[in-house]
């Protein structure tokens, strides 16, 4: 069975400074990875997602995530961290079957930024 | 384009009571999955349908139900409640066939406070 680890429960960043949250993963065949975010009170927004190729993968609000099968590991990264990047932020890996498809989620990472 | 919506927003029942959920997904996305979020466990699967059939579920007990209609709205049912079902529930939606390559799209999520 897939699972997801997120090593930190909580990091705090000040504000401009990089971040990079953590995230291992555990899977039989070729992962397809997700980051989501979630604010307070909010469901949950993707971020970025990786199924093949390029092994660094964009998404919004500036974050990109980097694959690296010989760590099973897919971290995700900001240059520059803002005051409204404060959230709880969720690694998950997809597993798919005949017909389905479904998210596996890690605990979470919650990210603090300082002033 | 609605996004996906989840009714109510917040409920407290009593323990033994039993309680209705329910999830609109956005306009032509057939797919919807339920997740259970707590504290404790993180996000967890309970089910998703497509076309009004389950086509997978979660290592959840049998008071834990859903359903699909033919106009993709789904509803999640628990019976008998307990003090531990008490949680953020989160339905997605997905559009096509809701294979791992779309993406799903959260809900704000219900709250369930168990007393």
């Known amino acids: 069975a897939q699972s997801v680890t997120q090593p930190d429960i909580h990091i705090t960043v000040s504000e401009g400074a990089s971040l990079e949250l953590r995230c291992n993963y555990s899977?039989?065949?070729?992962?397809?990875l997700f980051w989501y975010v979630q604010s307070p009170g909010q469901g949950l927004q993707l971020l970025l997602k990786?199924?093949?190729?390029?092994?660094l993968v964009q998404g919004i609000k500036g974050f990109e995530a980097e694959f690296k099968r010989s760590q099973s590991s897919f971290n995700l990264r900001k240059p520059s961290v803002h005051w409204s990047d404060a959230a709880e932020y969720f690694c998950a890996v997809g597993a798919f079957g005949s017909g389905y498809s479904t998210l596996t989620f890690g605990k979470g990472t919650m990210l603090l930024v300082s002033p | 384009k609605a996004g996906v919506t989840q009714t109510p927003r917040y409920l407290i029942k009593t323990r033994g009571q039993q309680v209705t959920l329910s999830c609109s997904p956005i306009?032509?996305?057939?797919?919807v999955s339920w997740y259970q979020q707590t504290p404790g466990q993180g996000l967890q699967f309970l089910f998703e349908?497509?076309?009004?059939?389950?086509?997978n579920k979660g290592n959840f007990p049998g008071r834990f139900s859903g359903r699909q209609f033919s106009n993709s709205r789904s509803e999640m049912n628990v019976s008998t409640l307990e003090l531990g079902d008490s949680a953020l529930y989160l339905c997605?939606?997905?559009?096509?066939?809701?294979?791992?390559?779309?993406?799903?799209?959260f809900g704000q999520g219900t709250r369930l406070t168990v007393v």
């Open positions: 997605a939606s997905k559009e096509g066939s809701g294979g791992m390559n779309t993406e799903a799209f």
């Open positions: 349908y497509f076309s009004e059939t389950q086509r």
């Open positions: 990786y199924f093949s190729g390029d092994t």
């Open positions: 899977y039989g065949a070729t992962p397809y």
């Open positions: 306009s032509g996305h057939r797919s």
